[in-house]
């Protein structure tokens, strides 16, 4: 009898069954590592058992067979030392030092493929999780924790041939970090962007085979990822980078789990230290994609410090964005307290002259915020690169209910210069928690937009109360306020009332109140009240 092969939801019911082990311990944004760093030995420690036994079996009868085997493992996607497979673990569950021996596991994993699971500076992806930690309880507690832990993840079997196809332990993967993220709250928006907006970006921004492809805020990797599916082709570079070191390690492995074993995922802060280079210049890209923090204070506009023991009382050099190295601010510095455009300025500016192509989600404030940011937007919009506006849903992304929109830029713009707006926002599902969008809100979006692109929609209402093509003159008009109501004419009249009946309706209710007032009078007197 053929063995039921294992589905996303397989995985799902036992991740689940043993994120038990946490519930009411630490917050959901701390046990999801805990949960997926798991996840992620179990897969690696099974597709090597499954391909040592393939390896063996294709050397059967040869003296040096087991050699042979081991010599052919060296040259697969990843190393795994004796101690650090999950079933050498799982051997040792009962163990008193057990939290110790997952973090020696993890580390030796680490150091065994230094190439990929280290980032530039020399830091490992697991070094910020800690298997030992009293974070998980006194020992006892915490061994069993641990224990159980390893029981659940022994009920999977994560090798090739066991699986439903190939994408599934990526697609369980990224189910999980959105189901932790509607458990994490506010938390979840440093890490992860909902499923339908990734969507939608990816094929707004729809890249040709050997493009490459950048979100240099990648949080958990799943909008880049997105983007490089939405190709069609494996023939695509993947680049991120992400400043929080538990998500960018969270990224490193979403890659391998989906089959991106080229991509490259750099942990730093990208405003203040850009790791995506080709020697001193910033690494440039076809298609740039992003989810930045919104609004973000104290993001680097100028970071000189005054530390009087540390420095005699002298200032201390900091990043200035005034005097960025790579120049990305020359139409403007944007305020020290809203770093929106400071993000999009340094997407703009690493995607390619001449056709690099740019989409990021923005809070509406900067589609219309004076001062540094007008004259910013205003220099844009002048340099031809704004493409389209579109306004998205209330309530789509963890942490804030408040309204986005996504921008478009184009660096190939030539010579179109009119801007689509679209106005999606009273198009989606709606959630106890969260809206979404539909399939079909997404389609109308893209092809839309499409149409816009391929120079099929004429200047002036494309939709009614939907979509609407201006000119550049038009905006200027406006002084480059982006704000989709100025464009698309949502405002909905409302009846016509009749006076005559309206008063005729008074009348009667008149009439009828002082009966119902009669009839109440004389059951009080009944009652002698």
């Not at 789990?257 to 790791?275: E, Y």
């Amino acid at each position: 009898m053929t063995p039921k092969l294992i589905s996303a939801d397989d995985i799902n019911r036992v991740v689940w069954k043993a994120c038990d082990t946490f519930r009411g311990l630490i917050d959901p944004s701390q046990y999801k590592d805990y949960i997926l760093t798991m996840l992620f030995l179990k897969y690696v420690s099974d597709v090597h058992d499954d391909l040592y036994q393939q390896y063996l079996a294709k050397y059967e009868g040869e003296k040096d067979r087991k050699s042979r085997a081991d010599r052919a493992m060296k040259m697969e996607r990843f190393l795994l030392p004796k101690e650090c497979s999950f079933n050498y673990l799982y051997e040792r569950r009962s163990a008193e030092d057990i939290g110790s021996l997952i973090n020696g596991a993890l580390n030796d994993l680490e150091e065994a493929n230094r190439e990929k699971l280290f980032s530039a500076d020399g830091s490992g992806i697991f070094r910020n999780i800690d298997f030992n930690s009293s974070n998980l309880g006194d020992v006892k507690d915490k061994n069993t924790r641990l224990r159980n832990l390893l029981i659940d993840f022994s009920e999977l079997d994560l090798s090739p041939s066991h699986l439903e196809h190939n994408d599934v332990i990526g697609d369980a993967y990224e189910y999980l970090i959105g189901y932790f993220a509607s458990d994490a709250g506010k938390k979840a928006g440093e890490f992860y962007t909902p499923a339908m907006v990734s969507t939608l970006l990816a094929k707004l921004t729809k890249a040709q085979p050997g493009a490459r492809i950048c979100d240099p805020t990648c949080g958990s990797a799943s909008l880049l990822i997105k983007a490089g599916r939405e190709v069609g082709s494996p023939n695509v570079s993947l680049y991120g980078q992400e400043a929080n070191g538990s998500t960018w390690a969270l990224a490193v492995q979403n890659m391998f789990l989906h089959g991106f074993d080229g991509a490259v995922i750099r942990w730093g802060d990208t405003i203040r230290n850009p790791k995506l280079k080709e020697g001193d210049q910033l690494m440039k890209f076809d298609v740039v994609v992003a989810n930045p923090p919104f609004s973000l204070d104290k993001w680097g506009a100028d970071d000189t410090e005054k530390d009087d023991k540390k420095n005699g009382g002298q200032p201390q050099s900091g990043f200035k964005a005034a005097a960025d190295p790579y120049q990305r601010f020359w139409r403007g510095v944007p305020p020290k307290s809203k770093g929106d455009w400071a993000f999009i300025s340094h997407m703009i500016e690493v995607a390619y002259d001449g056709h690099g192509r740019v989409g990021v989600v923005v809070p509406h404030g900067v589609l219309f915020r004076g001062g540094g940011e007008g004259k910013i937007r205003q220099k844009t919009i002048e340099d031809n690169m704004l493409d389209a506006v579109i306004g998205l849903p209330a309530n789509l992304f963890f942490g804030t209910g408040i309204p986005a929109a996504i921008l478009l830029f184009n660096k190939g713009r030539r010579k179109q210069t009119d801007v689509l707006f679209i106005d999606a926002s009273q198009r989606f599902e709606s959630g106890k928690n969260q809206n979404r969008l539909r399939p079909q809100d997404v389609a109308d979006i893209v092809q839309t937009y499409r149409h816009f692109a391929e120079g099929k929609l004429a200047a002036g209402v494309v939709e009614d109360k939907y979509s609407y093509v201006a000119r550049q003159q038009e905006i200027a008009g406006n002084d480059y306020n982006l704000n989709i109501p100025r464009y698309v004419d949502t405002f909905e009249e409302e009846s016509e009332i009749d006076i005559a009946a309206t008063q005729q309706e008074i009348e009667r209710l008149k009439v009828e109140l002082a009966t119902v007032e009669k009839e109440m009078e004389k059951y009080l007197k009944e009652l002698g009240l």
